[in-house]
């Protein structure tokens, strides 16, 4: 998932635990075959075949640097994977590429404590440092000099100034790492400043009041021109390396080029072609890890829920997606949109979307479909799906809570297409919050996934209950839609539509376990 979100209105719920009977099917006689209804598909769907796929990509990204990023062999051997179990399920399966930016790093950042207590810092968004937008690249060892700093910090935020005024550099030493504190000017002016007193690179750190100690914010340059590597740090990591004599190793390798990406699209040989129901998970990580969380875990749900629906023959045409680039701003699926017919376009009937489905320290987020949490709706239709997600987790007696269309997932060129959507995320790196702990469990004060965007996204970063429960979700809406679509679908006729969505919202989900 990529960019990050502020948390809104919470809208959680404790839903009561009542059974409810399954939701109305048509066209689902048993003759079918084994997995043609909503009970008998969910069932099939198991959370130890789901975590299967989820090792399979682990060992992906084992063999590959640690990463499934777009643009890399990891991401590739990902794609393959997903194809090859789609086309001996019997799917057509198209690769589509599509030419993309790559903006990473050629050899992983370093950043070492090498005096005193020699300490290695993590990079990466909950990690203790990043390199700042448009730093360029650079090795340098040398001895930490601290600017003007405020420590301990001062009680409101901007009480440093700390490289805003050349006259801070008053006595650096030419040659020495300027380690400055974030505050009153922008990056530049003192990143500036460093490059003019000599500084051989720049360290800036977070300044250290609540809500400004952690990495978390993207810091920027904010255009080319600088001459010397420049990283942000946490407040620790700054409080640390601004002990007198501390000397680092510092290493940012930046990499900017044109690569070719795929999106891999697997659609049912049965069903109505003027209505498609659309699933679809981004398949990439980030550079920074092998991405089981984020998304392999919606990736594998979607997988695997694709896999058993294969033996079924739906009334409506199914369509699964896997997206690439999505961790460089949605690009596999704004793709895909863009390449559509106004025709094609108006085939899907709705798109469901799934990225990060079992986040250690989740919570049951679904999509704010008809607006009433977060004020921003989906198109219409995208009401009735959240009303079903919702049925789903009410009859299994567990608590769900609303998740905004923030339009940071590959959900958004859908809506923005005027596509029904919907779907569900179990949170990243926003802090679980006390009634949220009290409602789901978890702990309260640390983020929903404490390794998001982080080279600790690996298999054991998974919640299998949330991921178990998740996939069941999925199973349940695809066959659902797969043979009652009028509800929502943009393929029939307006009038039908308007009718028949009212009827639909307000069927009753199915409480399989």
Known sequence: MRSRLRRGMLGAITAVAVTLSPLALSGTASAHSNNNSVRKLVKAVS?????KHLQAFQAIADHNGG????GTPGFDASRDYVARKLRAAGYDVTIQPFEFTFDGYKTPPVLKRTSSAPKTYTYGFFGDYVAMAESPSGAVSGT??????VLPP???ANSSSSGCEASDFAGFVAGNVALMQRGTCN???KVDNAIAAGASAAIVFNEGQPGRTEVDLNPTLGGPGVTIPSFFTSFEAGQELAAAGTAVTMNWDPIVETRTTYNVIAQSKKGNRDNVVMLGAHLDSVQEGPGINDNGSGSAGTLEVALQFAKTKPKNQMRFAFWGAEEFGLLGSEHYVASLTAEERAKIALYLNFDMI???NH????YDGDGDAFGTAGPPGSDAIEEDFEKFFAGRGLPFTATAFTGRSDYGPFIAAGIPAGGLFTGAEVLKTEQEAQIFGGTAGIPLDPCYHSACDTIANINDKALDVNSDAIATLAATYA?????IGAGAPAAAKSAARTAHAHKPADSMS
Request: hydrophobic share 40%.
């Open 154 to 156: 001062g009680p409101a």
């Open 144 to 149: 930490v000099q601290g600017v003007d700093l």
């Open 358 to 360: 079992a986040s250690p």
């Open 67 to 70: 990463t499934r990023v777009s």
């Open 363 to 366: 919570t049951f987020g679904i």
């Open 187 to 189: 990056f530049r002016v």
């Open 47 to 51: 959370g130890k075949n789901v975590k």
């Open 483 to 487: 043979f009652d679509i009028g509800t």
